[in-house]
């Protein structure tokens, strides 16, 4: 109950195109789910994150859809980049207490020039 | 410049040998945790704290030690009982209240190598 499951494991994307990334939740105490970003032999980066009183966060490029009832949230990258090529990562967090992550497995994103 | 610093970068273990991981934070954050990253596996909490003097095992503790003496450093040691310690160790804090009260920053790593 307390795994979060992201798919894919790795994703090739032309240039131009759209990313889209998919984690599932069990835990339904989980309020807060960020999305993290992460290059090769750095930690982590915050890229944006959602609470589940809003169904979609919106910040540049990059777009949280969230589902209360199916469990799911998903990372929408508009326009990708070569630049964006990199590791990502969702997570689930209650936000009382101890503000522990739960993290998903990792997606690796590759931005075809 | 605020951050969060880990120290080394890559770190070099001999067989029954421990060795410590620096983290330290200028942020003022409350809490501290240490991840695991290895390939295909996420993240992986080995231990965090929320205040001084405290501190609480993570999924993966085993092998692994803290303290927490200073609000601004959280020091992870790997014992030579942790018979499998090559990964990229990760620190993060969170600053417990405020508007991004739970938000999780993280450090720039420790690659640790078992020789």
């Known amino acids: 109950q307390q795994q979060v499951k992201q798919s894919p494991q790795s994703l090739i994307v032309q240039k131009g195109g759209i990313s889209i990334i998919n984690c599932a939740y069990e835990?339904?105490?989980?309020?807060?789910f960020p999305w993290y970003q992460q290059f090769p032999g750095k930690g982590p980066a915050l890229l944006i994150a959602?609470?589940?009183?809003?169904s979609e966060k919106k910040e540049g490029r990059f777009t949280i859809s969230f589902n209360k009832s199916a469990k799911q949230f998903s990372l929408h990258i508009m326009d990708s980049q070569p630049g964006d090529s990199a590791t990502y990562f969702c997570?689930?967090?209650?936000?009382?207490?101890?503000?522990?992550?739960?993290f998903g497995t990792g997606t690796r994103l590759k931005v075809l020039a | 410049d605020g951050g969060i610093t880990q120290s080394p970068k890559y770190l070099f273990r001999k067989e029954g040998q421990n060795v410590t991981l620096s983290c330290e934070q200028n942020?003022?954050?409350?809490?501290m945790y240490w991840y695991r990253q290895d390939p295909g596996q996420g993240l992986r909490l080995i231990y965090y704290?929320?205040?001084?003097?405290?501190?609480q095992k993570g999924d993966i503790a085993e092998g692994y030690s803290v303290s927490r003496e200073k609000k601004e450093s959280f020091p992870l040691t790997v014992t030579s009982a942790q018979k499998n310690p090559t990964a990229f160790y990760l620190c993060?804090?969170?600053?417990?209240?405020?508007?991004?009260?739970?938000?999780?920053?993280f450090g720039p790593g420790t690659r640790l190598l078992v020789l």
């Open positions: 993060a804090s969170t600053p417990g209240v405020g508007r991004n009260q739970e938000t999780q920053y």
């Open positions: 835990n339904t105490a989980f309020d807060y």
């Open positions: 959602i609470r589940p009183d809003v």
């Open positions: 997570a689930a967090s209650t936000t009382s207490g101890t503000y522990k992550y739960i």
């Open positions: 942020l003022n954050h409350d809490a």
């Open positions: 704290s929320q205040i001084v003097n405290d501190f």
